[in-house]
Structures are given as C-alpha cells and as structure tokens.
C-alpha cells in the first residue's frame, strides 16, 4: 500500500513541480498545461497496482435506487444554486462575471482540466483503489479518516502555484472541506456497491461547481463549501455506524 501511494505521488508532483518554480520565478515559462498532466498520477498508479477488479468496475449491490443516486450527483448544482442566490441576494453580480468568465477559452480550459481531469483521474485510486483496502481493516469512518489526510497531502504542491494561500487557516479549512468530501464520498462508494463511475462523475461535478463560483465571488465559493460540510459530516453521523451506506429496503 505503501509503494502504490508513493507511486501516486511519485507521478503527479514529478508533473507539478515545475509550476511550483515557475511561480517562485525560476522559470515562468513553464506551460501551465502541465498541471492537467498531475491528474494522471492516481489514475496510474491504480492501474500499475494490483486489483481485484477493473478499474471503474461496480463491486457489489447498490443500496441506491437510480433516483437517489441522481439526486446525489446533483448536490454539488443544488449547493451552487443556493450559494449564487445567497450572493446575488446581497447585491454581488452573479451573471455577468460568469458571462465575462465564460468568454475567454483560458478558462473553459481551466474548467476542464480541473474538473474532467481531476474528477476522473483521482477516483480510481483514493475511492477505487485504496479506500476498500482500508475498509478491509477498519471501519468505513476509520477508513475514511486515514484516507483523507493521503489525500489532502497529495494536494500540497497545489499550493505554491495553483490555490490561494493565507497562512495556517487556508491550509485547515481546505483539509475540513476535504475531510466532509472524503466521507460523502465513502458514502456513495458504499451506497452504490463501490461504484468508482458513481463517485468520479461527483468529483467531476463538483469541481466544475467550485471552478464556476470561483468567478463570482470568494463568498460563493465558501457557501458551497460550507454546505458541502454539513452533507458530509451529516452523513458520517447518521450512516456511520450502518457502514456509511444507505439503508437496504429490507431494512
């Protein structure tokens, strides 16, 4: 487990790297392109390790029916929705910076590496692959608290080039937020039988959400943020003793 999650690291910041000295200015010619090819490094390393299955392959049996499982991958748009009426209703513009956004390719670029690429890239290792390794020892809450702080420190070099950092704060608010995804995250996982489709199309959509809201105004951003918090958490504390999975309807 250990040479696979150094693989994955391995790989992705091997990429990265040279956006981290680019930004300090050893080098600002670097094309920033290279940060799309950080989102291979998990992908990779699930499919150079060895598995019991197929790399978006389901595991099991859904506890979902085919509308939770719709109204779950649209939480991230509903948490949108909610943030923008929450700004707009404070008098921030809400459609022309995502019209003026919008009209630069720079950005649909942006937007696509770091959601298509991203979403799709990370979940067959974190979700896919070392996430039922983990649940094979401990709890899926246990699991998922050793999972997130891998996770959070694979995003590290993210931070000398590509987030905005303000000190020690940024650095816990981004590992509370990760901590929430990472146990909605184990949820769906479980839920739909260990469906790595299922919970890569989330991360695929959230992170289109937090790229668009990014556009409109920081406050946006940290609503969607907080909501995502209390789904997360809320989950971990009313499905964590049942395996963070849904109810069977025999149940």
Do not use: C
Request: net charge positive; hydrophobic share 60%; glycine share 10%.
């Amino acid at each position: 487990m250990v040479r696979f999650i150094a693989l994955a690291f391995g790989i992705t910041w091997l990429f990265v790297m040279p956006l981290v000295f680019a930004k300090a200015g050893f080098d600002p010619a670097i094309p920033p392109w290279l940060h799309g090819l950080g989102a291979f490094g998990p992908i990779l390393a699930a499919y150079w390790s060895p598995r019991d299955h197929g790399i978006f392959e389901t595991r099991g049996r859904s506890g979902m029916t085919l509308s939770w499982i719709a109204v779950s991958l649209a939480t991230p748009v509903l948490f949108a929705l909610v943030s923008l009426a929450a700004v707009a209703m404070s008098r921030v513009p809400v459609v022309h910076p995502l019209l003026s956004a919008g009209s630069h390719a720079a950005w649909w670029l942006d937007l696509t590496v770091g959601s298509v690429l991203y979403g799709i890239g990370e979940e067959p290792e974190w979700r896919g692959w070392l996430l039922p390794r983990l649940q094979q020892r401990h709890t899926p809450v246990g699991a998922t608290l050793l999972l997130a702080p891998i996770w959070a420190a694979w995003h590290a070099p993210f931070f000398f080039y590509r987030f905005d950092f303000a000190g020690l704060g940024t650095v816990v608010g981004f590992f509370v937020g990760l901590l929430a995804r990472a146990f909605w995250l184990t949820f769906l996982f479980n839920s739909t039988g260990g469906s790595v489709r299922v919970v890569a199309g989330w991360h695929v959509i959230w992170n289109v959400a937090n790229i668009a809201l990014a556009a409109v105004s920081p406050t946006a951003v940290a609503i969607l943020n907080a909501l995502m918090m209390v789904l997360g958490f809320g989950v971990a504390v009313v499905f964590g003793r049942h395996g963070l999975r849904v109810w069977e309807r025999a149940n």
